[in-house]
């Protein structure tokens, strides 16, 4: 909290602005927006940068617009960040399958391998970890190629079992938003068939799916012991989109442990 004040004072002086201009600014910021959570005082202001006191969002809000500093920025001062959310999101295990509202941001970096040994066979399974010769920090901003507004996560909860041993519980899937017209057609493997993330009235679903005419048939891989179900489509079940990428964990002890630890 001393580090953030100490920062924060450090871009005012580095505008030359007082702390009365500071109050003054941020009081009109506050008859804007009409709501005087915006607004702080020459005092707070004094408590923030030399006592480590902890402004509220709209304080800061207020503060990164006057010294004009990007507001993830200040945010991460006070160790907010979007990245720890995601991983604080880990300790609470969740048992549905469910969509997450995290978005790639385009503030930091993310550690990535980007030099390679040359002399490494694509074509051929290798242990990565001996093939990277370099790592190092890739701006976020340059992972918006991905197309990130067309692309969501999706959760599988520890006890979907539905797409098993396809899609393990605990399973991280990315969703294409873009695709969601169901087309029944005959697929040479299960790895082909594409693989849906739905939504119903009970919660969200992960599996393969076959319309026919308002039925809308969502069949679970063969091996994970579920049964077939059907909703009325789209009246009673909506598409979120294609599953068309996935993380998951596949030690089959761990995830067993895992399953009969969330059970308990």
């Known amino acids: 909290m001393d580090d953030a004040g ?8 580095a505008l030359h602005l007082t702390t009365r201009q500071v109050e003054d600014a941020s009081r009109r910021i506050a008859e804007k927006r009409a709501n005087r ?3 702080v005082t020459i005092s707070f202001l004094s408590d923030i940068e030399t006592q480590g006191a902890l402004p509220n969002l709209c304080i800061l809000s207020a503060l990164a617009a006057i010294y004009r500093l990007d507001l993830e920025e ?3 001062w006070y160790g907010i960040d979007k990245a720890g959310v995601v991983a604080d999101s880990q300790l609470l295990p969740i048992r549905n399958t469910h969509l997450t509202g995290f978005r790639a941001g385009e503030r930091g970096a993310v550690a990535l391998p980007y030099y390679l040994d040359p002399g490494t066979d694509s074509s051929r399974t290798a242990y ?3 093939i990277v010769q370099k790592w190092g920090p890739v701006p976020l901003m340059l ?3 991905f197309d990130p507004m067309n692309q969501h996560y999706g959760f599988i909860g520890t006890e979907d079992w539905n797409m098993h041993p396809i899609l393990a519980p605990g399973s991280l899937v990315l969703i294409d938003i873009s695709r969601q017209s169901i087309v029944n057609q005959v697929w040479n493997n299960d790895f082909e068939r594409p693989i849906w993330f ?13 319309l026919e005419g308002d039925r809308l048939t969502l069949t679970p891989h063969s091996l994970s012991g579920r049964a077939p179900r059907f909703w009325k489509y789209p009246d ?5 989109g294609q599953v068309v990428a996935v993380a998951m964990q596949i030690d089959g002890l761990k995830r067993r442990q895992a399953s009969e630890s969330a059970g308990q």
């Open 128 to 130: 990565f970890s001996r």
């Open 236 to 240: 009673q079940v909506r598409v979120v």
């Open 143 to 145: 992972l918006q190629a």
């Open 74 to 76: 200040v945010l991460s």
């Open 6 to 13: 100490r920062r924060l004072r450090e871009a005012r002086e």
């Open 198 to 210: 739905l939504r119903h009235e009970e919660g969200y679903e992960c599996c393969w799916c076959t």
């Open 37 to 39: 959570n915006f607004a």
